[in-house]
């Protein structure tokens, strides 16, 4: 591996000194043909692990066929996905961009618009959650409010008001004329896993209803089967107005999606947004081939059954290691543990041990599976963490 120091890189990464050449499955291999079991899925991007034969047949065959055109064509590989998101979830219209910033972007941008366009310029300010993560941009990163990440990038972007996470006085006082959208991720996936409760989510529904707001969900990292349904919310029973989507839906290739009502749609008419790479050939290729997969009979329902099999163990394995594990957190196949030690010590450690983690904000350290693991990789995967623990417990 290349040190940092005589990299042409831009060190911006603290990169594990690690690299992977090739990926099958939920295991990714190293030049030298040691295998990793991969619980990070490249941050819940990689949703159907590596090489998936039905992903490496839809972009190989795209590929012979044509790359890019550009969107002052018709793209019948976009109208295709958009129809099948569409008709699996509360949206009627779809944009694509190429990652979750982007996303993000429109998806502020069309909360703006939709107020501009029937005359309220004025409502243009989103109330966003602390610990939130919505990207890197100039504007997502005013809107994740994170000092961290905002420092020495020049003044804030304004129309962002953060309120305390779960502080429901604090959310209503922040509701005032100027106010056009509540943006929630229905589980922080950077902030480290914190799951928002569904009454909360019903609860912030209604709120927006009560007065006249746009929803917005980030469900960048939690989407496309995460937890066991197409999207997150689904699970509280309500759905929002837009909708930022990306990470899972490319499974490795680079695509990001805004789902939206019409109603919310409908200030977004022609040349009020667009993209040069969004949605091109390969990309909804990939992404219709993805959503083939996830909607096929049954994989769901795996996804469900592997979450529970996943909890259960990591629950037993706090129970044995309370020095090491503060707790469990988390739905479906994203889960958190709390450590007690520090969390990228946990990370390190696992890594020594063949098992590829992430860390989250919170200390957490953060397993995200491919959808597609098995009973014996979560077994495999428990055994892992297990010594990772052990050799923690040694060292403290
Ligand atoms: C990763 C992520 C983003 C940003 O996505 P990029 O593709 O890195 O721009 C935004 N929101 C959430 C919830 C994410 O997990």
Redesign the pocket.
């Known amino acids: 591996m290349t040190t940092s120091v005589n990299s042409a890189v831009l060190p911006v990464y603290n990169r594990a000194n690690v690299g992977f050449v090739r990926g099958v499955g939920s295991r990714a291999f190293t030049e030298d043909g040691t295998a990793y079991l991969d619980f990070g899925s490249g ?2 991007v990689n949703a159907l692990g590596h090489a998936h034969p039905h992903l490496v047949a839809a972009l190989t065959e795209q590929a012979q066929k044509i790359w890019h055109t550009s969107n002052v064509y018709q793209m019948p590989g976009q109208e295709k996905l958009a129809k099948t998101l569409t008709e699996h979830s509360f949206a009627d219209k779809v944009f694509f961009c ?7 972007e429109l998806t502020i941008k069309m909360a703006r618009k939709f107020y501009a366009a029937q005359g309220q310029p004025e409502k243009y300010h989103i109330i966003t959650f602390e610990g ?6 100039i504007a ?1 990163l005013a809107a ?1 409010g994170q000092e961290k990440y905002l420092e020495g990038f020049g003044p804030k972007a304004p129309g962002f008001d953060q309120v305390a996470f779960g502080d429901h006085a604090a959310l209503e006082a922040a509701i005032g004329p100027q106010t056009a959208a509540i943006l929630i ?1 229905p589980i ?3 902030g480290g896993i914190r799951p928002v409760p569904h009454q909360c989510l019903r609860g912030l529904r209604a709120l927006c209803d009560k007065h006249g707001l746009l929803l917005l969900f ?5 989407g496309v089967g995460r937890t066991g349904k197409l999207f997150a919310h689904e699970w509280a029973g309500v759905t929002p107005d837009i909708m ?1 989507v ?2 899972g839906i490319g499974g490795g290739f ?1 695509l ?1 999606a805004v789902l939206a009502t019409e109603q919310a749609a409908s200030g977004m008419i022609a040349t009020t947004h667009g993209s040069t790479f969004g949605g091109n050939p390969l990309a909804t290729a990939v992404g219709s081939a993805v959503l083939e997969v996830v909607l096929g009979d049954g994989f769901l329902d795996n996804v469900q059954r592997q979450a529970i099999h996943l909890k259960q163990k990591l629950e037993r394995l706090k129970d044995t290691h309370p020095t090491i594990i503060e707790s469990v957190r988390g739905e479906g196949l994203m889960m958190g543990l709390k450590t007690k030690v520090v969390n990228a010590d946990f990370v390190k450690a696992a890594l020594a041990e063949h098992l590829l983690v992430l860390g989250a904000g919170d200390n957490v350290v953060r397993l995200l599976p491919p959808l597609i693991v098995t009973d014996d990789d979560i077994n495999e995967a428990v055994q892992k963490l297990e010594a990772t623990c052990v050799a923690l417990e040694k060292k403290n």
């Open positions: 941050v819940a190429n990652s979750g910033a982007e996303a993000m939130a993560f919505h990207g890197r941009t997502t994740g991720e922080q996936g950077e980030d469900e960048i990292q939690c930022a990306a990470k680079p990001g």
